[in-house]
Nanobody, 120 residues
Framework: VQLVESGGASVQAGGSLTLSCVAS?????MGWFRRAPGREREAVAG???????LYALSVKDRSLISQDKDKKTMYLRMDSLTPDDTAMYYC???????????????????WGQGTQVTVS
């Protein structure tokens, strides 16, 4: 399975952006994770094949994860960005249902290369 992220950019605080992750085939579970310099990887949001979603508390009220199965693409829109959102964002996928494990990085076998988001 190949995952390709895009949409990372340098944006000003308060701005918005949308990240995309194209998969080589439709997956049962997909998620966004991020890693900032000097910090551990953290979950951002996850979505399953049926559209159920989970969000990390840090982004819950200002983010929207979605998918387009025809395009095999997952999206993450984030609003009200702050410098704390600066990180490399990674797409992850699994071809089995994760349910409550959508935000558990260790459960995902497939990962993309990442796309950089910088907020200043």
């Amino acid at each position: 399975v190949q995952l390709v992220e895009s949409g990372g950019a340098s944006v000003q605080a308060g701005g918005s952006l949308t990240l995309s992750c194209v998969a080589s085939r439709n997956m049962k579970s997909m998620g966004w994770f991020r890693r900032a310099p000097g910090r551990e990887r953290e979950a951002v949001a996850g979505i399953d094949y049926f559209g159920s979603t989970l969000y990390a508390l840090s982004v819950k009220d200002r983010s929207l994860i979605s998918q387009d199965k025809d395009k095999k693409t997952m999206y993450l829109r984030m609003d009200s960005l702050t410098p704390d959102d600066t990180a490399m964002y990674y797409c992850a996928a699994a071809d089995f249902a994760l349910a409550a494990g959508l935000l558990s990085a260790e459960k995902y076998p497939y990962w993309g290369q990442g796309t950089q988001v910088t907020v200043s």
